[in-house]
Nanobody, 124 residues
Framework: QVQLVESGGGLVQAGGSLRLSCAAS????????MAWFRQDPGKEREFVAV????????IYADSVKGRFTISRDYAKNTVYLQMNSLKPEDTAVYYC?????????????????WGQGTQVTVSS
């Protein structure tokens, strides 16, 4: 079955950096659009970044543009989220998601597969 396993979360001070990883198995990674979402308790899950099958197309939420970078490693079946200049408002559980249709989407409901999430906490 499909598994998406996130890692790399933790506690960091404002202005610091973290790199999240999402290891995928059970799917054709090279034919999967991969995305990151995040969710604060009591809030809706929100889009962060997405990368196309080829890796050529990347899209970011306005709130993270210029600070976060999404990338993928086909040899390792892994997608990354490099997060720099972190702010307290970036605090959330970060989720990896995958879909097979090669349309990089920002919509939660268009993703078939989800990881369990990893907590990112940014202190001020």
């Amino acid at each position: 079955q499909v598994q998406l396993v996130e890692s790399g979360g933790g506690l960091v001070q404002a202005g610091g950096s973290l790199r999240l990883s999402c290891a995928a198995s059970g799917l054709t990674f090279s034919r999967s659009v991969m995305a990151w979402f995040r969710q604060d308790p009591g809030k809706e899950r929100e889009f962060v970044a997405v990368i196309s099958w080829s890796g050529v197309t990347t899209i970011y939420a306005d709130s993270v543009k210029g600070r976060f970078t999404i990338s993928r490693d086909y040899a390792k079946n892994t997608v990354y989220l490099q997060m720099n200049s972190l702010k307290p408002e970036d605090t959330a559980v970060y989720y990896c998601a995958a879909r097979s249709i090669n349309v990089p989407s920002k919509a939660v409901y268009e993703y078939n597969y989800w990881g369990q999430g990893t907590q990112v906490t940014v202190s001020s």
